[in-house]
């Protein structure tokens, strides 16, 4: 079992809609949550983290975390074209880092 | 956001040559550093991951003796690929931690290796 596990996709989403993407972790332990978006051909950008349980709002990005589900989500509102990328999940737990294998979403204008 | 570079952007190399690459954190000091893989149209592959003046933490089916990796300072890591081969051709990609609160990593902007 991988410790990060994300549908690979791809999500498709026409434009101004919501995107929901999904991801779920297998170490109880895990203490931080991160979204990564990578463009075709480019790294991973840092787009938000969670912590706490809850949901976690930054202009259109929203994180969610359940702790008790072992479940985190991004939902993207307002969807774009510029927001077609794959999106990489990521859990912490001390010094290990775990990226799940990141969905892919397209926006059809 | 804490800003990492990467040096060179990319890199064009005969067969069995030694590729170094730079990682550079920029605005702050970072303790650990990784090294990643991407192959087109696949995830991130962890090679390694190295501490401030200790040795680099390789993952499983990563040669050491092949890719080498110094870090020397706290803004500096290097990666080389030693005695290259086409099947090394790849995007690597560092990443830093440090620069934030919540021991997120920052990535670099990669190096696209090709191997001919």
């Known amino acids: 079992q991988k410790e990060v596990e994300q549908n690979s996709g791809p999500l498709s989403v026409p434009e101004g809609a919501i995107a929901s993407l999904n991801c779920t972790y297998s170490d109880r332990g895990s203490q931080s949550f991160f979204w990564y978006r990578q463009y075709s051909g480019k790294s991973p950008e840092l787009i938000m983290f969670i912590y706490s349980n809850g949901d976690k709002e930054d202009g259109r990005f929203t994180a969610q975390l359940n702790k008790a589900s072992q479940y985190v989500s991004l939902l993207i509102r307002d969807s774009q074209p510029s927001d077609s990328a794959t999106y990489l999940c990521?859990?912490?737990?001390?010094?290990?880092?775990?990226f799940g294998s990141g969905t892919k979403l397209n926006v059809k204008p | 956001g804490a800003v990492v570079s990467q040096h060179p952007s990319w890199v064009i190399c005969k067969s069995g040559t030694s590729v170094k690459i730079e990682c550079r954190s920029l605005?702050?000091?970072?303790?650990?550093m990784f090294w990643y893989r991407q192959f087109p149209k696949q995830s991130l592959m962890l090679m390694a991951t190295?501490?401030?003046?200790?040795?680099?933490?390789?993952e499983q089916g990563v040669e050491k003796d092949k890719f080498l990796i110094n870090h020397a300072s706290l803004t500096l890591s290097t990666l080389t690929v030693t005695s290259a081969h086409p099947e090394d051709s790849s995007f690597y990609i560092c990443?830093?931690?440090?620069?934030?609160?919540?021991?997120?990593?920052?990535f670099g902007p990669g190096t696209r290796l090709t191997v001919l």
């Open positions: 990521a859990a912490t737990r001390f010094n290990k880092f775990y």
């Open positions: 990443s830093a931690r440090g620069g934030g609160p919540y021991n997120e990593q920052f």
């Open positions: 605005d702050f000091q970072a303790t650990t």
């Open positions: 190295s501490n401030e003046g200790s040795k680099a933490t390789y």
